[in-house]
């Protein structure tokens, strides 16, 4: 899938098409140039991350982020998307240009943005910037957004588990790093903490450097079906953001089920077709983490630092947007009991498997 490179700001026209001419390889705007800030008009942006807007899973919450900000606060908005294969060169170059433009905050969505921040942050010392996923980087001006996801991907265990009648399941992660085996950890705990002779099949998309495992949905499509087929399972929990719409149709096909990630799944309209087969979704508040921090650089006292959601703040958690999710009351009953047992710290959840 290829996507072509796209800054769209929301409001000053001028604005939008000098921010496309600089992601687009184009000449870098002046910094003379009018900013949201030197016009009297506040302006928030974000860079989205591999798979870009559309993905209906981890890019769809900050832009939903974005958007409540865009209406409740009254502001401007920018979002830049990435490119095919793109470099750190890149990156600094997206966030540089919206930094210039005027916007604040500038948040970066996703890990991989986190040697640009710590290259472009201290040249914009007034303006906070924001990366999820990611605390790798630090400064005065740098909020660090992240989550326990494998919280979360317990409890997806846990429901996973209590569903499946083949005693086989599946975890499909979009590229083997340290954050996606966070997932696989806590979903795999989960599942064997229910059913302690229950088998978790585990497949990777792709590996580091190559990131196609986020962005590619044949690709999710193809290793469900191997587990579904070949494996014998009878759930599919995919973390690999656009590609794990594949796993989902491919769920949707062998009707068995899928469990989405990080968005709500099942009330994603790219995936109306497919959602009666999306049991639940292991969500992160990832929109709420974007429009907090937004609210709180509007309001003159920006938020700095690592900034964590978990289960006991409800930044993570698992969907029951499904009416039949919720008319399985032993699979609610086992999910809410897990949640207060990690929540009071008599289950400790593992981030590595």
């Known amino acids: ?34 900013s949201p800030s030197e016009s009297g ?12 807007r559309g993905d209906q899973s981890f890019n769809d919450a900050a832009y939903a982020g974005l958007k409540k ?13 990435p490119t095919d294969g793109e470099g750190e060169a890149d990156k600094v170059q997206r966030l540089t240009e919206l930094a210039r433009k005027g916007n604040n905050p500038v948040i970066g969505v996703g890990f991989a943005y986190a040697p640009a921040i710590k290259k472009v942050a201290p040249k914009f010392p007034n303006t906070t910037f924001g990366i999820i996923d990611d605390t790798s980087v630090t400064g005065p001006n740098i909020a660090n957004l ?20 083949t005693g086989t399941v599946g975890f499909i992660g979009g590229v083997e790093v340290p ?14 903490d229910t059913n302690p002779n229950a088998k978790v099949l585990s497949a990777y998309l792709t590996q580091p450097p ?33 590609a794990g719409s594949g796993a989902i149709e491919a769920a949707s096909s062998k009707g068995k089920w899928a469990i989405g990630v990080d968005s709500d799944q099942y009330n994603q309209a790219g995936l ?20 907090n921090l937004i609210k709180s650089v509007e309001d003159g006292k920006p938020t700095t630092g690592e900034i964590r959601y978990g289960l006991d703040k409800d930044g993570v958690g698992l969907a029951d947007s499904n009416p039949k999710y919720k008319e399985m009351a032993d699979v609610v009953a086992a999910v809410e009991k897990a949640k207060a047992d990690i929540i009071a710290k008599k289950i400790t959840v593992k981030t590595a498997p």
């Open 146 to 165: 992240v989550f326990n996801e494998e919280q979360g991907s317990y409890l997806a265990g846990v429901a996973a588990a209590k569903v499946s009648k």
């Open 272 to 291: 109306a077709k497919y959602k009666d087969a999306i049991l639940t979704s292991v969500t992160k508040d990832v929109e709420d983490s974007v429009f």
């Open 41 to 52: 008009q506040k302006s928030a942006a974000i860079a989205y991350d591999i798979g870009g």
């Open 210 to 242: 190559n990131f196609d495992g986020f962005a590619k949905p044949d690709l999710g499509k193809a290793a469900a079906l191997g587990q579904l087929d070949a494996g014998g399972a009878d759930v599919v929990y995919a973390a690999a953001g656009l």
């Open 179 to 192: 954050l996606i085996k966070k997932f696989e950890a806590g979903f795999i705990q989960g599942v064997k």
């Open 1 to 34: 899938m290829r996507r072509i490179t796209r800054i769209a700001t929301v409001g000053i026209a001028s604005a939008a098409l000098a921010l496309s001419a600089t992601a687009c390889g184009g000449k870098k705007s002046s910094d003379a140039s009018a």
């Open 69 to 81: 900000a865009e209406g409740d606060l009254k502001i401007k908005t920018a979002e830049a998307e």
